[in-house]
Each structure stands twice: as structure tokens, then as C-alpha cells.
């Protein structure tokens, strides 16, 4: 229904409605435009935005792939190496297959 309306509108609806979100309380909604695969989330610059600066954005920034652990529970990697974890009460994680 929605390409009879406008294509290119449609297609862009619903990429946005498979966004993956890193929701935290005190640091900022982050989006992430690529597939979660075998518990990963590969980003690079571009490819994910988060909506306000923070220390979860920056360390967003500084990494090249996510882990998802679980609802509450995110790690940040640069290579191979662990940077950093998002985690607790106030960490949810909406993935989408």
C-alpha cells in the first residue's frame, strides 16, 4: 500500500522501522542502521546516530561493532578488542532479525 503512494517513501519507512535501538535512560536513544547477525551489530561512521552527545555516543563512536548480550546488557568492541559495556535497569536493547 504504501509504494502505490511513493516508492522511495515506502522503502525508507520501513528501514527505519527495522532500526536497531540502544535505548538508555541518562545517555541518549542510539540507532543503528545495520543487521543484527550472530549476536553482532557491525557499524562504521554513518551507519548508526545517536540523537544527543553522551558518554555511551562517544563511546559508540570509538567502536566498530556491538554485542548484544542481552535486553539490558550491550558491549562495545573496536576490533577485537572490548571498549566498553552498556548495562543495568536503565539499558534496553530493541533488535530486530
Not at 543487521?35 to 557499524?43: A, E, N, S, T
Not at 559495556?85 to 533488535?95: A, I, K, Q
Request: with cysteine; proline share 2%.
Amino acid at each position: 500500500m504504501l509504494q502505490a503512494c511513493d516508492k522511495t517513501w515506502a522503502k525508507s519507512f520501513l528501514e527505519l522501522q527495522r532500526t536497531n535501538i540502544l535505548y538508555t535512560e541518562y545517555d541518549g536513544l542510539h540507532l543503528f542502521r545495520q543487521p543484527l547477525v550472530d549476536g553482532y551489530i557491525m557499524y562504521g561512521h554513518g551507519e548508526y546516530r545517536s540523537i544527543e552527545p553522551s558518554s555511551v555516543s562517544d563511546l559508540i563512536a570509538s567502536g566498530s561493532r556491538l554485542r548484544v548480550h542481552g535486553k539490558h546488557e550491550v558491549a562495545i568492541y573496536r576490533g577485537s578488542d572490548r571498549i566498553g559495556l552498556v548495562e543495568g535497569d536503565n539499558v534496553g536493547m530493541c533488535s530486530f532479525y
